[in-house]
């Protein structure tokens, strides 16, 4: 299965896929939460659909396991696009987000998946 918005989220509104290239792991917004310690230089493919700038900040901590920050004033901003081969560090710096390094308290506010 490719690791898309329309593969793994076909009825998702919004929606946001990365995959990691080196690993081949999948990681879509629309699925179970699972949080990775991803080095910025690993290199992703990056699929979105509708997805705001929040929603993609969390996408990217979930799969760096550090806190993302988002410019408040862009948070609402949307995304569909796709990007291949890139690593995580040039796809924050492309959308102007910044990885503070700090490890993120809680889930989130996922709720848990077998519920």
């Known amino acids: 299965m490719a690791c898309d918005c329309d593969s793994v989220c076909p009825e998702a ?3 946001g896929c990365v995959h990691v290239i ?3 792991m999948c990681r879509c917004t629309c699925g179970p939460p699972i949080t990775l310690e991803m080095d910025m230089a690993e290199e992703i ?3 979105t659909r509708d997805l705001n700038l929040g929603e993609m900040a969390d996408l990217f901590r979930l799969i760096t ?3 993302i920050l988002v410019p408040a004033s862009r948070m609402r901003e949307t995304f569909t696009l ?14 102007g987000l ?3 390094g700090n490890k993120p308290e809680g889930d989130g506010g996922y709720a848990d998946a077998a519920a």
């Open 65 to 67: 396991d550090t806190e």
């Open 82 to 95: 796709t990007r291949e081969k890139t690593t995580i560090g040039n796809a924050l710096e492309e959308f």
């Open 98 to 100: 910044v990885a503070t």
């Open 22 to 24: 080196s690993t081949g």
């Open 45 to 47: 493919d990056l699929n």
């Open 13 to 15: 509104g919004s929606c």
